[in-house]
């Protein structure tokens, strides 16, 4: 009986607990969750948020948890009015407004435009489109976003709380600009950008937070770099604006005329650009685990072409000049197209750095360089063209021997018979049939690297040389030099050994006429090596003829002329 009652007491026990932890004791809220506030529990007030009445006033939105779970409150945070900002260094001079944290202007004093005024990198499309450069977009997918998102967004059209106020920063100051602003409804936004003085890279780090828990976000760029004229755009030949990027140690280069939606989203970056042939924009983030996306929003027959890069850590608005690219790191000089034989034109832009140390003179620099690398290719040169001399002497013989074998073409035996005639011919003649061609396809990646360096380096851009040739980078307006360049290459080709029949040989004179033509417009730089090169030919190739005849006056027995 005593056993009953005793297991009895304990279930009315049990039962009694469990009743009252249901009725009494409040329910552990899961994360997230957002607990009732009362006036006991209310968040004290500070002197500074009461009004000047004393009096309190209307409490902020309910507290919220982070997903550490402290407790957040979002206060409103913006300004009054729309506030421009200016900041001034040796090298740019950019100015900010707090509708947004935008750039409205980024002009560099150091590189100039046609008007001769500085240039200007922020795009005249971007107040077009209604979306300026440092702009935010808020979207875990980008490619889901559109114009109208984005010019509407709380984050691109808000008025900021600015701090830091007008910079004049000189060579190696700091100064940061931050922006703030809060809706009082959850969303929060924190800008700050620091800019260094006699540097053209910004350190950058954005905040959006949305109940206190972080949101990802895009910064953006666009559309293009600069306002390049049709004429400056005519001039260049690196190809038209598009984004750049090095994803998992891999560049890619997107054009806006070959844009495709598919390809347009890339991950595990450690930079992005949107670039042209001489200016960038360069986005590196904290670890290469960043993306990026390059977009396009119709628009009418004008397109507006945009890279959304994901929370970089700086940002470099500026030239591409080698020696800025390689101190930013990051193997952002990869950003200069100098293509498939990139490591040649880097040497060679090398070459023509240290000329240009001691001749001040793009133009004479480029001289210099074309007669050092005439002076290190003179063996293979002179190679080549002995090489062509012996083949036209034997021309007769390999006439007879094809006039022996007219069946060569339809009948593999007299093809095989004809073949090594030929090939003992040679031997006794000590001739390389390879011998003329071979140093002319060694040569050939140093003149795409030269091709390259003169198209790209905008370090030639505005730089004059003597007389009428006032911008080594555009072509020559009187048309003087490529018509020289023609005249010359007439001269050399005529001077040249060839084993061609003469039919042929009087074909290949049009090959200056074409040259010509083609060389018309391309910039005076290249215009100019050409021509260097064509005049050091000429001198090359006489001394090679007279060398040769006297090789063969030896060989005949015929005594030196004095």
């Not at 002197?47 to 550490?68: I, L």
């Not at 984004?243 to 070959?258: I, N, P, Q, W």
């Not at 960038?280 to 670890?287: H, V």
Request: charged share 20%; glycine share 8%.
């Amino acid at each position: 009986m005593d056993t009953k009652r005793i297991i009895l007491a304990i279930i009315l026990s049990l039962g009694v607990l469990l009743l009252w932890q249901y009725v009494f004791v409040p329910k552990n809220p899961g994360p997230g969750a957002v607990p009732p506030v009362s006036e006991s529990t209310a968040l004290p007030v500070s002197p500074a948020a009461q009004d000047k009445s004393g009096e309190t006033p209307a409490q902020p939105e309910p507290a919220r948890t982070t997903e550490e779970g402290a407790m957040a409150v979002s206060e409103a945070v913006t300004a009054a009015s729309e506030e421009r900002i200016t900041v001034s260094t040796p090298l740019y001079t950019a100015r900010l407004t707090n509708k947004g944290g935008v750039l409205t202007s980024w002009r560099l004093l150091r590189h100039l435009n046609s008007e001769k005024e500085a240039l200007e990198l922020i795009p005249a499309a971007a107040a077009e489109a209604g979306i300026l450069p440092f702009a935010l977009l808020e979207d875990s997918d980008p490619t889901r976003a559109t114009l109208e998102s984005l010019r509407t967004s709380p984050l691109n059209v808000s008025l900021y709380k600015a701090e830091g106020g007008n910079l004049n920063l000189k060579e190696g100051q700091k100064g940061t600009l931050r922006f703030h602003y809060a809706d009082g409804l959850g969303l929060e936004v924190e800008k700050a950008f620091t800019f260094i003085g006699g540097r053209y890279e910004v350190e950058t780090a954005v905040s959006v937070r949305r109940d206190g828990r972080p949101v990802d976000y895009r910064i953006l760029w666009g559309p293009g770099v600069g306002n390049p004229s049709e004429a400056e755009l005519k001039q260049r030949y690196g190809g038209g604006p598009g984004v750049s990027l090095m994803a998992g140690g891999k560049l890619y280069r997107v054009d806006e005329r070959k844009y495709k939606p598919e390809a347009s989203l890339y991950n595990y970056i450690s930079w992005s650009a949107y670039d042209d042939n001489y200016f960038a924009t360069i986005f590196i983030p904290e670890t290469a685990t960043g993306s990026a996306a390059f977009l396009r929003f119709e628009n009418g027959k004008t397109p507006f072409f945009f890279l959304a890069a994901s929370a970089p850590r700086t940002v470099f608005v500026g030239p591409k000049e080698i020696d800025v690219l390689k101190a930013l790191g990051s193997d952002t000089r990869k950003v200069i197209r100098y293509g498939m034989f990139g490591f040649i034109t880097e040497i060679l832009f090398a070459g023509l750095q240290a000329v240009h140390k001691v001749i001040p003179n793009w133009g004479f620099s480029i001289i210099v360089l074309t007669i050092l690398i005439k002076i290190l290719f003179f063996p293979l040169t002179y190679s080549s063209s002995k090489s062509m001399a012996k083949m036209a002497e034997i021309q007769p013989k390999i006439k007879a021997l094809r006039s022996k074998y007219k069946k060569s073409k339809t009948d593999i035996q007299q093809r095989r018979q004809m073949n090594e005639e030929m090939m003992k011919l040679y031997k006794e003649h000590g001739i390389n049939p390879a011998g003329g061609c071979l140093p002319l396809l060694i040569q050939l990646p140093v003149f795409w690297g030269f091709f390259r360096m003169l198209s790209m380096g905008i370090e030639l851009r505005h730089s004059p040389w003597i007389f009428w040739i006032k911008d080594l980078s555009v072509h020559d307006p009187t048309y003087i030099t490529p018509i020289l360049m023609g005249a010359t290459q007439f001269i050399s080709q005529k001077m040249t050994p060839t084993s061609a029949d003469p039919a042929q040989a009087k074909m290949m004179l049009l090959m200056p006429v074409v040259m010509t033509l083609f060389f018309l417009n391309f910039q005076s730089g290249l215009v100019l090596y050409w021509l260097t090169s064509n005049v050091l030919q000429i001198g090359q190739q006489a001394l090679m003829n007279k060398l040769m005849r006297k090789h063969k006056g030896e060989s005949h027995g015929k005594p030196r002329k004095k």
